[in-house]
């Protein structure tokens, strides 16, 4: 009984309850919230290292994806993720840099020049990582509304909203390389991702290379959400 009770998420205590001033007044804060959330997934992007064993690079997105649900709670932190998709769909440099700049001779970017992608998600190899980031937006919301996100279950919570994050974009890569999807180098993706078969170039393409990043920003996620909740309880004593 006690798992099912709501508690406020982090943004909740930052931000004055407009509850009281009217519907539209909390609107606007909703919005401003889902817009925030775009913004840091998008700045997130621009932070990539690419590697050659794969064409998904090693970006921030994840830490910015899990701060973002766990900040904004189930409803706003998905609605965030699903607004950075369509953003990104309907044309707006909000993705992580393609095969270009990063393709030749340049293979880290740190934010400055601005070098983001864009397109449909189901023509980008990183498509199902993308619909992921929904997928665990929610979750780790969902978790953090049930005060996950202040005591020592938060890494749990982070650690089960990157897993979901990885089943649709591992599902998505196998997908493509077992229907020999041309990516857009002019090769088949299977042809640049090592391996003997697709469950293999899957993992080695869309697992194995993050493991240790992703672990990293697992645990900086899991560190800033019960740390800006300490500091927020001092201020208020």
């Known amino acids: 009984m006690q798992a099912s009770v709501q508690h406020r998420v982090l943004i909740d205590a930052l931000v004055p309850n407009t509850k009281v001033v009217g519907r539209i007044s909390q609107l606007v804060v909703d919005i401003a919230l889902v817009v925030g959330g775009v913004l840091l997934v998008a700045i997130c992007a621009q ?15 994840t830490f910015g994806v899990l701060l973002a649900g766990g900040a904004l709670g189930s409803r706003r932190g998905s609605l965030s993720m699903l607004a950075y998709m369509m953003v990104g769909i309907a044309g707006l440099p909000v993705f992580a840099p393609g095969s270009s700049p990063l393709g030749e001779g340049q293979n880290i970017h740190f934010i400055l020049p601005w070098s983001g992608n864009h397109g449909a998600v189901w023509d980008m190899s990183s498509g199902g990582y993308i619909v992921g980031f929904i997928m665990a937006a929610y ?34 890569m196998a997908y493509l390389i077992g229907t020999d999807w041309v990516h857009p180098v002019g090769r088949p993706l299977g042809e640049l991702i090592a391996g003997t078969g697709t469950l293999d170039k899957t993992l080695r393409g869309g697992l194995y290379p993050f493991i240790t990043g992703d672990a ?6 899991a560190m800033v959400l019960p740390g800006a909740w300490t500091l927020i309880d001092r201020l208020k004593r």
């Not at 979750?139 to 982070?158: H, I, K, N, Q």
């Not at 990293?216 to 996620?221: E, G, N, P, R, V």
């Open 47 to 61: 932070i990539a290292v690419r590697i050659p064993t794969t064409t998904v690079p090693i970006t921030g997105q």
């Open 139 to 172: 979750l780790v919301g969902f978790l953090a509304e049930r005060g996950w996100d202040r005591r020592a279950s938060v890494p749990l919570a982070m650690l089960l909203g990157n897993l979901s994050l990885y089943l649709p974009g591992l599902l998505w």
């Open 216 to 221: 990293l920003k697992l645990l900086l996620a």
